[in-house]
């Protein structure tokens, strides 16, 4: 191999810098915000309160789609 073969080129250097200066806003972003928002997602799939939650599948779903109020204000977000 050439000397220049194993050299990194200034362009490679600089990407990579910047992939280093952005990771920890990236994992940050990711841990804070993503995360949450699947841990609530599988808490949807619960009911009870603290150490008593078990698993009710789909029917918070169910029960929150046959209220009348929470119907009434999916349309008013949506469609006026």
């Known amino acids: 191999m050439s000397k220049s073969s ?3 080129t200034l362009n490679k ?3 990579i810098t910047g992939r280093l200066f952005l990771a920890p806003g990236a994992l940050l ?3 804070m915000s993503f995360v949450p928002m699947g ?3 599988l808490l949807s799939f619960k ?3 603290g150490a008593a939650m078990k698993s009710c599948g789909l029917l918070n779903y169910t ?3 046959q209220d009348a109020v929470f119907v009434q204000s999916i ?3 949506f469609f006026t």
């Open 47 to 49: 009911t009870g309160v």
């Open 75 to 77: 349309k008013n977000t």
């Open 29 to 31: 972003i990711f841990f």
């Open 13 to 15: 250097k600089h990407n």
């Open 6 to 8: 194993k050299k990194m």
């Open 63 to 65: 029960r929150m789609f």
């Open 39 to 41: 841990k609530a997602l």
